[in-house]
T-cell receptor
Framework: DSGVTQTPKHLITATGQRVTLRCSPR?????VYWYQQSLDQGLQFLIQYYNGEERAKGNILERFSAQQFPDLHSELNLSSLELGDSALYFC????????????FGQGTRLTVV | DQQVKQNSPSLSVQEGRISILNCDYT??????FLWYKKYPAEGPTFLIS?????DKNEDGRFTVFLNKSAKHLSLHIVPSQPGDSAVYFCAAKRSNAGNMLTFGGGTRLMVKP
């Protein structure tokens, strides 16, 4: 158990809909990262938050957004969903933004039908 | 443009023998490298890391070697055990640019009893 909790584990929704994925980082970790793992793209970095502020952005679509709340949990919002958004979405956390390893949650499997 | 590549999608090894997983990178700005192991239905688990100022780091049965001039790193597992069967991801980052990881596509290791 990495200590990073993601909910829900599975999500099935229709095209055009909006979903919210939730992540609780390990106790004491200030940084949260979101990654997407799709079949053809591997693990891709989406966005990072550090202590409530956006720190880095990767290949995140404009239809996607995230935030980190004062209690440090984070949410990833995916809207106007398309079939191609079907993927595993992982949240990871680390103590800071420097040379420390990130610990991953079990992921949320999103299926868009 | 894949900045981190794992050219072998799969590797099969006999129990007790050495497993060698390879990874190449193109971005010379990467200065920290990590290996993650992933079992089905779980998130990636941190295994071992190496800073670019070193050429070797060892942790029990796992050793990571870094060849900066060749932009190549490898993970050695000795001796291999059936429980090591998983997908192994190589990842790289720039420690002065947040903590976001660029992942390779993964290598599926199968250790046969």
């Amino acid at each position: 158990d990495s200590g990073v909790t993601q909910t829900p584990k599975h999500l099935i929704t229709a095209t055009g809909q909006r979903v919210t994925l939730r992540c609780s980082p390990r106790s004491g970790d200030l940084s949260v990262y979101w990654y997407q793992q799709s079949l053809d793209q591997g693990l891709q970095f989406l966005i990072q938050y550090y202590n409530g502020e956006e720190r880095a952005k990767g290949n995140i679509l404009e239809r996607f957004s995230a935030q980190q709340f004062p209690d440090l949990h984070s949410e990833l919002n995916l809207s106007s969903l398309e079939l191609g958004d079907s993927a595993l979405y992982f949240c990871a956390s680390s103590v800071d933004t420097g040379t420390t390893e990130a610990f991953f949650g079990q992921g949320t499997r999103l299926t868009v039908v | 443009d894949q900045q981190v590549k794992q050219n072998s999608p799969s590797l099969s090894v006999q129990e007790g023998r050495i497993s060698i997983l390879n990874c190449d990178y193109t971005n010379s700005m990467f200065d920290y490298f990590l290996w993650y192991k992933k079992y089905p239905a779980e998130g990636p688990t941190f295994l071992i890391s190496i800073s670019s100022i070193k050429d070797k780091n060892e942790d029990g049965r796992f050793t990571v070697f870094l060849n900066k001039s060749a932009k190549h790193l490898s993970l050695h597992i000795v001796p291999s055990q059936p429980g090591d069967s998983a997908v192994y991801f190589c990842a790289a980052k720039r420690s002065n640019a947040g903590n976001m990881l660029t992942f390779g596509g993964g290598t599926r290791l199968m250790v046969k009893p």
